[in-house]
């Protein structure tokens, strides 16, 4: 479905992804873990046209993604939650989810709204609430249901269990294997909190410094070595994972 090859992007002189290449099927789910600061966001909005990639190609469903802009690529049927989940405090529950139909067919709102409701009954109970008052994590399950209201072929999602209570940490995770199991939605994630990400994975990549060192089936990343040294028993990707345990 997604088809990522040798894939070059720069910030300036910084350059954040060095020939990255990538491959998400139909029905996947696929994680990418890395450090800091290894490009896994760049990876993840260079696929909605920011940055611009400076070499490689990116194919969706066969059609270059080259020069399209975030809204041309959402009516491909790509859609994010994105990191940081970016929702808008000042709008209602009900106004946030609205927004995720802006390009999407008007005429069936309300279905998917009612849909998104029993989804996440949270957001059916918060529905006029300010979207700033609700909790991260419910912030973070708007986020998501604001993704799928576009009814997206691909849902990439980056980091959501970030900053969360380990509770809603849980329940980020057993909402994205609902979605792939119970609604066949084939998903990009990135995130930092490998050993759960890698759970739900049928497979991954390890992303550092802009290339891609491992890939495998999520269980065998779990029980690679070095990934396990780098990022499962006490690995600091905060400092500089992979490059000990692999050199
Ligand atoms: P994190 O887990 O901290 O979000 P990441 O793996 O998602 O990290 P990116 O945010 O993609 O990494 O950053 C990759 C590299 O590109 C880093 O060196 C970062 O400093 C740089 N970078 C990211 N965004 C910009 C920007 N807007 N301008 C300049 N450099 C940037």
């Not at 909005?45 to 190609?57: D, E, F, K, M, Q």
């Not at 990135?190 to 990400?197: D, F, I, P, R």
């Amino acid at each position: 479905m997604l088809q990522i090859e040798n894939v070059h992007a720069h910030y300036g002189h910084v350059q954040a992804l060095r020939g990255v290449s990538l491959v998400v099927n139909e029905g996947e789910t696929v994680t990418l873990i890395g450090a800091n600061g290894a490009g896994k966001s760049t990876l993840m909005t260079s696929i909605l046209g920011a940055p611009r990639i400076t070499s490689g190609s990116i194919l969706f469903q066969g059609k270059s993604l080259q020069g399209l802009g975030v809204h041309e690529v959402s009516r491909l049927g790509i859609a994010i939650s994105p990191e940081g989940r970016r929702i808008f405090p000042r709008m209602s529950v009900i106004e946030n989810l609205l927004m995720g139909t802006t390009f999407a067919d008007h005429g069936s709102r309300h279905a998917d709204l009612q849909r998104m409701f029993d989804m996440f009954p949270i957001l059916a109970e918060r529905g006029h609430q300010l979207a700033g008052t609700l909790s991260g994590g419910e912030q973070q399950m708007l986020a998501i249901a604001r993704a799928l209201m576009s009814h997206p072929k691909l849902l990439l999602m980056d980091e959501p269990s970030l900053g969360l209570a380990p509770i809603y940490i849980r329940k980020v995770f057993e909402i994205i294997e609902m979605l792939n199991r119970e609604y066949g939605m084939t998903i990009l994630l990135v995130e930092q909190n490998a050993n759960q990400a890698l759970r739900v994975a049928h497979r991954a990549y390890v992303l550092q410094q802009g290339s891609i060192v491992m890939s495998g089936t999520g269980r065998e990343l779990l029980q690679s070595p070095e990934v396990r040294a780098a990022y499962l028993e006490g690995g600091k990707p905060h400092s500089d994972p992979l490059q000990t345990a692999v050199a």
